[in-house]
T-cell receptor
Framework: QQPVQSPQAVILREGEDAVINCSSSKALYSVHWYRQKHGEAPVFLMILLKGGEQKGHEKISASFNEKKQQSSLYLTASQLSYSGTYFCGTVRSGTYKYIFGTGTRLKVLA | EAQVTQNPRYLITVTGKKLTVTCSQNMNHEYMSWYRQDPGLGLRQIYYSMNVEVTDKGDVPEGYKVSRKEKRNFPLILESPSPNQTSLYFC????FGGGSYNEQFFGPGTRLTVL
């Protein structure tokens, strides 16, 4: 089953913050985050490999709670360029299959 | 320039007419993968390849074939396309298997319509 992301969609004004959550019913050993702009291919943002790990990428950061099988993506002081669909992803335990989360559509308005 | 290329970018075809979508990467990556993206269903893995001559099914392999005879190429074959295979297809590659420790690089996508 796909990791479930919440919210499904969010609209922000420039400068506002947002949190996107990714929750899995199965054990997560690593979490990846991607952003896809409309009509384009997904682009890698970051990987979190260990429980408790946090990473930052410009004003976008993420955390990974291995015990809760959750990851969160934090977007601070959002910019118009942050608009797009965000996906979490992971490798299925015991396989080399890759699975993406359900996706979160984010729109930043001026 | 490091990249993943796909061809064609757009294709309209008819039911039952065999087609191949090519994918090539110039990064010497071992792992390559095909995904389809449909509204409301997100990105789903069709097939993946760990290395030359090593391929395995993803979540939605029915109606598709792949081959990996060279490291750089990973074509997707639809032997008898049907309208339910109308979708946006992405090829991706990463350095090692599974993408667990590596980011995946995506091609630009192929929009396929089967009439």
């Amino acid at each position: 089953q796909q990791p479930v992301q919440s919210p499904q969609a969010v609209i922000l004004r420039e400068g506002e913050d947002a949190v996107i959550n990714c929750s899995s019913s199965k054990a997560l050993y690593s979490v990846h985050w991607y952003r896809q702009k409309h009509g384009e291919a997904p682009v890698f943002l970051m990987i979190l490999l260990k429980g408790g790990e946090q990473k930052g990428h410009e004003k976008i950061s993420a955390s990974f709670n291995e015990k809760k099988q959750q990851s969160s993506l934090y977007l601070t002081a959002s910019q118009l360029s942050y608009s797009g669909t965000y996906f979490c992803g992971t490798v299925r335990s015991g396989t080399y299959k890759y699975i993406f989360g359900t996706g979160t559509r984010l729109k930043v308005l001026a | 320039e490091a990249q993943v290329t796909q061809n064609p970018r757009y294709l309209i075809t008819v039911t039952g007419k065999k087609l191949t979508v090519t994918c090539s990467q110039n990064m010497n990556h071992e792992y390559m993968s095909w995904y389809r993206q449909d509204p409301g269903l997100g990105l789903r893995q069709i097939y993946y390849s760990m290395n030359v001559e090593v391929t395995d099914k993803g979540d939605v392999p029915e109606g598709y074939k792949v081959s990996r005879k060279e490291k750089r190429n990973f074509p997707l074959i639809l032997e008898s396309p049907s309208p339910n295979q109308t979708s946006l297809y992405f090829c991706a590659s990463s350095l090692f298997g599974g993408g667990s420790y590596n980011e995946q690089f995506f091609g630009p996508g192929t929009r396929l319509t089967v009439l």
